[in-house]
């Protein structure tokens, strides 16, 4: 069965520093990758995807990633962070076809400190 | 452009009520539906996901079931909750016909928190 793992349950990050979030994948084909992003208390938004081509892909908010299938991961980086980037993430792995099913980390928690 | 909403946005229930969360999308048809249960610091776990009108899939054993009478109306019920079953619930929808490559859009989710 597929599944995701994210490390870091929680990063503390300075404004303006740099950020990677870790997410690992289990999955015997060529997954569907996803990053998703939460507010406190709302639904999920998707910063960025990867179904195929090229392995570094951007996405909203000045976010990026890169998908190594030698390493099974898919890391979600960005160069600056802005204190609007506090949240938590989350990485998810699509399977299937008409059964289409997510399967979602646990999650990383992100706090800027000023 | 589709939408989904979800409602009610926030729920406080007593042990033992029934339960009853709706969702429905706009926009679309024949959509696949999708119920995802966030317990608090916990990653989002699949319960249900439906293909069709009546097609319901239940991923884990629990005090939940879900419906779909219509073809964008996805229903989350409970006979009588449980005190675990206090979270937050997320309803989704990707495009159907068998499409991998296309993510799925959330709705803004239900606190419910049963005492």
């Known amino acids: 069965a597929q599944s995701v793992t994210q490390p870091d349950i929680h990063i503390t990050v300075s404004e303006g520093a740099s950020l990677e979030l870790r997410c690992n994948y289990s999955y015997g084909a060529t997954p569907y990758l996803f990053w998703y992003v939460q507010s406190p208390g709302q639904g999920l938004q998707l910063l960025l995807k990867?179904?195929?081509?090229?392995?570094l892909v951007q996405g909203i908010k000045g976010f990026e990633a890169e998908f190594k299938r030698s390493q099974s991961s898919f890391n979600l980086r960005k160069p600056s962070v802005h204190w609007s980037d506090a949240a938590e993430y989350f990485c998810?792995?699509?399977?299937?076809?008409?059964?289409?099913?997510?399967?979602f980390g646990a999650g990383t928690t992100v706090t800027v400190r000023a | 452009s589709q939408t989904i909403h979800q409602w009610p946005a926030t729920l406080v229930q007593p042990v033992g009520s029934p339960l009853s969360l709706e969702c429905t999308v706009e926009?679309?048809?024949?959509?696949?539906l999708y119920w995802y249960r966030q317990a608090a610091g916990r990653g989002l776990q699949l319960l249900f996901y439906s293909v069709g009108i009546g097609q319901i899939s239940s991923e884990v054993p629990q005090n939940l079931s879900a419906s779909r009478p219509q073809d964008r109306q996805f229903i989350l019920s409970s006979k009588k909750l449980l005190l675990s079953d206090s979270g937050f619930y997320l309803c989704?929808?990707?495009?159907?016909?068998?499409?991998?490559?296309?993510?799925?859009?959330f709705g803004q989710g239900t606190r419910l928190t049963v005492v």
């Open positions: 998810a792995v699509g399977v299937g076809s008409n059964d289409y099913k997510l399967s």
């Open positions: 926009g679309t048809s024949n959509p696949n």
């Open positions: 989704a929808w990707r495009p159907g016909g068998g499409q991998p490559n296309t993510e799925a859009f």
């Open positions: 990867y179904f195929s081509g090229d392995t």
